[in-house]
């Protein structure tokens, strides 16, 4: 079994830069790369990562899957349009991430970083080098531009760089962040997250926060070389890239074109990687896993399947988002009663082959997962809401109910869902589930763009009626599902909510009362909670690790004992198949399968599986 870490969906970044400072501030080094937790693994002088292959050979294409459609090539984020995933492959940011480190990064368009020890700014010092694939440099400016850029059109960055109050260049290559608050460890950090854009290519006819289907210019390792709207999108690798020989990009970006195909819904895709018109898929789903691949391709070796990557390291809460802005779901107790009839144990056994695990934490298996009672630091700051926290936060371990695997209702639960619906307001009169005070009956939508999402939504829904509850599923094409999450018009949909092993800043986007007003955020819940929002801020501006730890266990807790979701499942491991002309380092990235990023085309074994 191969064991890796699970990628953390944070981009982690680093400091160093000379920087101003106010009197009695002193500056760290200018550092090459930093880390959130401990020090970094690579030093000043590396020449590459260690999971790469250095002697990569570059050459030949690989095609992807896309789904849905696009109607936009605008990497800045809005809330307009739906933009192709591959722009993401031809920008470069100030910093990247190391794949076998937890919280870590390394210069990219940054050369150095530095920041106070207050921290109450950052100091990036771009590379000379650097430049657009129009030839222009990249120059303080564009920074400066796209910080405003991205605050003004996206509401995750908003929230995200919500505390970057001003950005100004402070030498020929320098530019500083200043924050409007000090002790905040992750804000020079996630600065080098951001996506730099020209400046100057943006202009009426390409407006910043609008879709619009031109070439872009990037400055990263690809460009776009064609596409058609809703369709496909290539990419072709850039020869004189700016960056190619940096230590963080040896070995990588090996492929001479990467093409992303469109799909309304993954059975078509699967179809088609089944059909050799794309070459990569990642299966999301085990019952699928599990039946889907007895066909010839698979039998004879052209295609490889492997489904023994561990994956250690944050897993994703997935569950069933209840939007609390529709007032049925207002109540805990009316939430407590949809998890009780979630029979994930039948579920399992009967659809997913066993293969999947029930997730219990928001921070599933890390050490930020709440367990136990909470006791000292935690319960200290717990004990600073007390009064605004359901009282099983500090006398009951959260558990997930469980059900019996040979039947789909379990009768203990379903009488304790009835008498909790009763405690809220609802009875059951003539067999529907109704509203004692406005005689209004309980319905609900599920909705969904994938057809595959009825298999656990359908027996889910039957379980449901049971309570009298009335329950239709919806599947709509993915653009209208986009509007529909983004503007907050649904009942029910799953979700998930991938964390880093160091949260921060995107709490607020996750769970914070402002993004339960913005469209297009992530708080699709509607959380308005002020206990959450404290320990938001706590997090945020945690002294040290033992403080992180504490906090997001206090929230982890606390989020699970609001009943906010139905937590459905994970996938311990990671599923993939592509057909047999790839290869890859041994052993892969410590924290991400790595395709097609540190992968590489196989002469030898394409022409293995074409006969030639």
């Known amino acids: 079994m191969i064991k890796r870490l699970r990628p953390s969906l944070k981009l982690v970044s680093l400091f160093c830069a000379l920087i ?12 090459h790369g930093h880390s959130l937790i401990g020090s970094v693994k690579y030093p000043a002088d590396f020449k590459h990562f260690d999971y790469v292959n250095p002697d990569a050979p570059k050459g030949g294409s690989v095609r992807l899957t896309g789904l849905g459609t696009f109607d936009s090539l605008n990497i800045i984020p809005s809330t307009k349009g739906n933009r192709a995933r591959a722009v993401g492959f031809i920008y470069d940011t100030l910093m990247t991430s190391s794949s076998d480190e937890i919280a870590t990064q390394y210069g990219l368009l940054a050369e150095w970083m530095t920041h106070p020890d207050d921290y109450s700014s950052v100091t990036y010092k771009l590379r000379e080098e650097a430049r657009w694939h129009d030839g222009k440099p990249v120059t303080p400016e564009d920074v400066i531009f796209s910080m405003a850029a991205v605050k003004q059109h996206d509401p995750l960055y908003a929230a995200y760089y919500k505390n970057v109050v001003k950005v100004e260049k402070t030498g020929d290559h320098e530019i500083t962040f200043s924050f409007d608050q000090t002790g905040n460890r992750e804000l020079p950090h996630i600065v080098g997250q951001l996506p730099i854009v020209p400046k100057h290519f943006y202009n009426d006819e390409r407006p910043v926060g609008e879709s619009w289907l031109e070439v872009p210019l990037g400055s990263g390792p690809y460009r776009v070389l064609q596409f058609e709207a809703g369709r496909y999108v290539t990419l072709e690798r850039v020869d ?20 992303y195909d469109y799909y309304r819904d993954m059975t078509i895709a699967f179809e088609a990687f089944k059909a050799g018109k794309t070459d990569y898929y990642n299966d999301r789903s085990a019952n699928h ?7 010839p391709a698979v039998r004879s070796g052209e295609i490889i399947k492997n489904g023994d990557i561990e994956l250690e390291g944050a897993h994703p809460m997935q569950g069933y988002v209840l939007n609390l802005r529709r007032a049925k779901f207002a109540d805990p107790r009316v939430r407590q009663a949809f998890n009780l009839l979630f029979n994930f144990e039948w579920l399992n056994k009967n659809l997913s082959y066993g293969l999947n695990r029930r997730v219990s934490s928001y921070f599933e298996n890390t050490e930020l997962a709440a367990t136990g009672l909470p006791q000292g630091k935690e319960l200290d700051i717990l ?15 959260y558990k997930n109910p469980v059900n019996p695997e040979n039947r789909l209702v379990d009768r203990k639960n379903l009488r304790q869902a009835i008498k909790l619906m009763k405690e809220a307001g609802w009875e059951i009169k003539d067999q529907i589930l109704t509203n004692v ?31 009298g509850i009335t329950a239709k599923i919806r599947v709509v094409d993915a653009a209208q599902y986009v509007k529909r999450r983004d503007t907050f018009d649904f009942d ?8 880093s092993e160091s949260p921060g800043n995107e709490q607020r986007d996750f769970w914070g009362s402002q993004a339960a007003d913005t469209q297009g955020s992530r708080n699709r819940i509607g959380i308005k909670n002020p206990a959450v929002d404290k320990l938001i801020d706590i997090i945020i501006g945690a ?4 403080e992180l730890v504490a906090a997001s266990r206090a929230l982890d807790r606390v989020l699970l004992w609001n009943h906010y979701l139905i937590p459905q499942f994970y996938a311990p491991n990671e599923r993939i198949a592509y057909w047999n002309k790839y290869s890859h380092p041994d052993p892969l990235p410590a924290r991400t399968v790595g395709f097609p990023t540190v992968w ?5 074994k394409a022409a293995a599986l074409s006969g030639n």
Request: aromatic share 12%.
């Open 20 to 31: 101003m400072l106010p009197a009695g501030v002193e500056a760290a080094d200018k550092a």
């Open 240 to 259: 004189d890239y700016w960056g190619k020989d940096l230590p963080v990009n040896v070995g990588k970006n090996n492929m001479d074109q990467i093409r």
């Open 289 to 295: 896993w599990s039946t889907a691949y007895d066909f």
């Open 383 to 397: 004990d600073s809401i007390r009064d605004q926290v359901p009282p099983e936060v500090f006398t009951t371990e």
């Open 437 to 467: 005070k406005t005689g209004t009956p309980f319905t609900i939508e599920f909705l969904s763009y994938s057809p595959a999402s009825t298999k656990i939504a359908e027996p889910y829904s039957q379980a449901l009626e049971k309570l």
């Open 492 to 499: 029910i949909i799953t979700d998930v909510f991938p964390q």
């Open 543 to 546: 002294k040290d690790r033992e």
């Open 600 to 604: 590489w085309y196989d002469a030898d």
